[in-house]
């Protein structure tokens, strides 16, 4: 099942868990709509052929909701019924952390088998390096600033450029160092407004006659990109500012090679965890190894942002 946020590579994912259940000889089925499909008993068989021609596909096939339902001890008892009603004994939830949240509490109230594979573009759960997704959205959002950058410097312009990033600045920062964005909004560090101002007078004074800032969604400088566009118009008036937010544009799209790779490899990991008998695990990859962290760990733990990263920002945009 696929649950939460859509990401490219979840399809990817659930063609390789199919398809490493078909070389075991297990018969494996797909919930469509997540925890409130489950509820429902909206459930497919799969095989082999079920799952054809959809590696290259971004989005989810099974379709995914979120579930206020699931949430009560009432929807999960539902749901347990329906898999057992369904012959179902393993699950495999490909999402982020309010996915993994559930099955966790799943599990443990009906000591139900379930394994977590990372599904979100944000890239914000503990024990992976790369979450499913994540690296199309940078290659996404690369390329949207590339072309953002060349009506900036035709116009002379400052653009903010809001990415996705409520609690976390993996996209922003990456994407801003990939793209050569003067300034980096992200949650995580707090650049402040006066800060902000002195760097943009800065690169006006170096020459720069045009300047690309990239903002997480979260990040704690204004209450919206909007706001810190009016407070830079109001004190840097020879800058000429406009705003393009990315939005859901981020999670769409073919996924990358990465990501259809990393997708299979977590895949075939999840069903052989489970045929060993492991349960409340996720499926991660560290030092480009694929490893294995208990679910509450993932949940619970604080991925870290790149101080490293931070610092050739810096220097950078100088």
Known sequence: MTSGGDSPGMNAAIRSVVRTCAFYKIECAGIYRGYQGM?????I????RSVKGIINKGGTFLKSARSQEFRTKAGRQKAYNALKNAN????VVIGGDGSFTGALLFSKEFNFPVMGIPGTIDNDIAGTSH?????????TVVDVIDKIRDTASSHNR??????MGRDVGYIALNAGVGAGAEEILIPEEDLGLERL??????SKESGKSSSIVVVAEGDKIGKNVFELKDYVEENLPEYEVRVSVLGHMQRGGSPSCFDRVLASRMGVKAVESLLANESRLMVGLMNDKITVTPLHKAIKGQSKINKELIRVSDIMST
């Open 39 to 43: 509820i429902e008993g909206d459930f």
């Open 45 to 48: 068989s799969l095989d082999a």
């Open 88 to 91: 179902i004994d393993a699950l």
């Open 131 to 139: 979450t499913l997704g994540y690296d199309t959205t940078l290659n």
């Open 158 to 163: 400052l653009f903010f450029v809001e990415v």
């Open 197 to 202: 101002l002195e760097s943009l007078k800065r």
